[in-house]
């Protein structure tokens, strides 16, 4: 049985925001994951990298596609904001943002909280290898790591000098094109590569945030995610089954939903 809500974030309202650089170049990755380790299930998204001369801004398509419809629809004086039909991970990552540090905002299910920390830009410990391909058209070297409770081999480019990549990925000395973990359970390959012919504002919105640290953060999505009726009711959210009448809805059944969890990072 399904649940009546889908759950997801809701989308947020673009129109007041702060301008934190200018983007160069924008890459665009297609990014596949297993949103249920258990089924196997996966989910696609559409990742964007915004390159500029101080910072870097890595967010996802869909829900950013959600946020513009949802603020043009309110603009027109609409009530009911768009439902985001599916899940993605709903991170934004502002990397050298403040300086030498990285920003990452995290939106909670629904109308939760969206929260933001600081952290220091990891440096990953990088293996070279000596294996190399062609992406795009570009000469690819492969380099391999771990990071927080994952095995990640990476193709970059030196052809584009640029130390980046989706996500919190970069430090590599040419800009990452391809990226999995060595469970294929994330995997981000880029479509595309531009250097803008205008340089485009890299934003950050200016949403209520609630400011945290990683560690408290991944306790709480875990919890969102393995006791999803009782995070349902810390936000006053009732939790339904669909197509089911409310007579037929079984209470204990319920409270034995979950949202199935397998973040990225696992530490």
């Not at 513009?68 to 009530?79: H, K, L, N």
Request: include cysteine; charged fraction near 30%; hydrophobic fraction near 30%.
């Amino acid at each position: 049985q399904n649940l009546y809500t889908q759950v997801t974030s809701v989308a947020q309202m673009i129109d007041k925001y702060q301008i934190l650089d200018s983007a160069i170049y924008k890459v665009t990755y297609e990014l596949d994951f297993v949103k249920d380790p258990e089924k196997n299930e996966k989910e696609t998204d559409i990742v964007v990298l915004e390159i500029g001369d101080h910072l870097s801004k890595s967010y996802s398509q869909t829900l950013y596609d959600a946020d513009s419809v949802a603020t043009a629809w309110i603009a027109m004086g609409r009530d009911v904001f768009p439902s985001i039909k599916k899940y993605v991970p709903p991170m934004e990552v502002y990397t050298n943002y403040p300086n030498q540090k990285q920003t990452i905002t995290y939106r909670t299910f629904l109308s939760g909280a969206v929260y933001k920390y600081i952290e220091d830009v990891e440096s990953f410990g990088w293996q070279l290898q000596t294996d190399t391909k062609n992406i795009h058209g570009y000469l690819c070297q492969k380099a391999s790591m771990s990071f927080r409770g994952r095995d990640y081999e990476a193709w970059f480019t030196p052809e584009i000098p640029l130390s980046k990549g989706p996500w919190k990925f970069g430090g590599l000395p040419g800009l990452i094109l391809e990226i999995r973990d060595t469970e294929n359970q994330y995997v981000y390959k880029c479509i595309s590569f531009n250097k803008l012919a205008v340089k485009r504002p890299i934003k950050m919105w200016k949403w209520d945030y609630e400011q945290t640290k990683r560690k408290d953060l991944q306790k709480f999505v875990k919890f969102m995610h393995l006791n999803t009726y009782e995070y349902f009711k810390t936000i006053g959210q009732e939790v339904h089954y669909k197509d089911v009448p409310d007579d037929k809805q079984d209470e204990e059944a319920r409270k034995r939903l979950i949202y199935p969890y397998n973040p990225i990072e696992r530490d």
